[in-house]
């Protein structure tokens, strides 16, 4: 079955970086286009980043550009974000999320916190 599992969340300073990575299991990898989501506390969950199922195309959502780089390795099932000049408002559990078949996946989450 499908599975996507997260990693690499944790507490860091404002300004500081990091980089998350899902790790995906039971389809097809590298015919799938995939996502990062976040959801922080209270607010509804939010679209971050989107790769094509080649990695060729990018899109991000507007709080994040030119801070978060989404990448993708298909030999290894991979998805990356790395996301640099964090900010307290980045604080939020990070999805990673396909659809396949007309079917919505998504991993546990990692949380992310932004704080000094």
């Known amino acids: 079955q499908v599975q996507l599992v997260e990693s690499g969340g944790g507490l860091v300073q404002p300004g500081g970086s990091l980089r998350l990575s899902c790790a995906a299991s039971?389809?097809?990898?590298?015919?799938?286009?995939a996502t990062w989501h976040r959801q922080a506390a209270g607010k509804e969950r939010e679209l971050v980043a989107l790769?094509?199922?080649?990695?060729?195309?990018?899109s991000y959502g507007d709080s994040v550009k030119g801070r978060f780089t989404i990448s993708r390795d298909n030999g290894k099932n991979m998805v990356y974000l790395q996301m640099n000049s964090l900010k307290p408002e980045d604080t939020a559990v990070y999805f990673c999320?396909?659809?396949?078949?007309?079917?919505?996946?998504w991993g546990q989450g990692t949380q992310v916190t932004v704080s000094s």
């Open positions: 999320h396909i659809m396949r078949l007309g079917r919505d996946y």
């Open positions: 039971g389809f097809p990898f590298s015919r799938n286009a």
């Open positions: 790769i094509s199922s080649s990695g060729d195309g990018v």
